[in-house]
């Protein structure tokens, strides 16, 4: 059973700084990768889907690769705002998505 | 505006209480999905959807229910059989099984 882990589950970084959020997961066999953001009390927003084929996404601010052989995703974050401040999610797709627990970030003015 | 509405936004549920939650997408997507989320957990997959009156269970499904007699309708009974029923509910929906999924807002369910 497909099993996925965040690390760190909390990250507290002053404002303007550069931040990677991991995700690792232990079934290779997947179609894609979905980074989420969820602020508190609300639904999640897509960020960034990046297929099996690819190695890397970019929107924005946002950068997430994808080393599927290695079981690993990682999320930069460039020049972080306060208003980054959010639950992140990743989840992975084969025939269903399977959710890590996300990383709870906090960018102080 | 298209878009995923789930109502109410908090709920409460009373001892042995059947308790009906409600999604609803106008964006034309075959496929919907109800997921719990619990503090410190990940989403769960209760049940999806793939077509109208087909639905298929989920890791969670005991103690739930669910109804699609509308592509636009996907509701999620929460039986008095689920013995922890709180949590926050999420409902999603993709154009097919296969596609990105979209989410609602969210209700938080809360046992009195």
């Known amino acids: 059973k497909q099993e996925v882990t965040?690390?760190?589950a909390a990250l507290s970084v002053?404002?303007?700084?550069n931040l990677v959020l991991n995700c690792s997961f232990t079934d290779s066999a997947i179609y894609n990768l979905q980074w989420f953001r969820q602020d508190p009390g609300k639904g999640l927003t897509s960020l960034l889907l990046i297929q099996s084929s690819q190695r890397e996404q970019t929107s924005g601010r946002l950068n997430a690769s994808l080393d599927k052989?290695?079981?690993?995703?990682?999320?930069?974050?460039?020049?972080?705002q306060p208003g980054d401040s959010a639950t992140y999610l990743?989840?992975?797709?084969?025939?269903?998505?399977?959710?890590?627990?996300?990383?709870?970030?906090?960018?102080?003015? | 505006d298209g878009g995923i509405t789930q109502s109410p936004k908090y709920l409460f549920r009373k001892e042995g209480q059947n308790v009906t939650l409600s999604c609803e997408q106008n964006l034309n997507h075959d496929a919907m999905y109800?997921?719990?989320?619990?503090p410190g957990q990940g989403l769960r997959l209760i049940y999806y959807s793939q077509i109208v009156n087909d639905f298929q269970k989920g890791d969670i499904a005991?103690?739930?229910?669910?109804?699609?007699?509308?592509?636009?309708?996907?509701?999620?009974t929460v039986t008095s059989a689920q013995k922890n029923p709180t949590?926050?509910?999420?409902?999603?929906?993709?154009?097919?099984?296969?596609?990105?999924?979209?989410f609602g807002p969210g209700t938080r369910l809360l046992v009195l």
């Open chain 1, 6 to 8: 965040q690390i760190p």
């Open chain 1, 14 to 17: 002053p404002e303007g700084e």
């Open chain 1, 69 to 80: 052989s290695s079981g690993r995703s990682t999320l930069y974050i460039a020049a972080s």
């Open chain 1, 90 to 109: 990743c989840a992975v797709k084969r025939n269903d998505m399977r959710f890590g627990a996300g990383t709870r970030l906090t960018v102080k003015p």
């Open chain 2, 34 to 38: 109800w997921y719990r989320q619990d």
């Open chain 2, 62 to 76: 005991e103690g739930y229910s669910v109804s699609r007699e509308k592509k636009e309708s996907f509701p999620l």
């Open chain 2, 87 to 102: 949590a926050f509910y999420l409902c999603a929906s993709s154009m097919g099984r296969q596609e990105t999924q979209y």
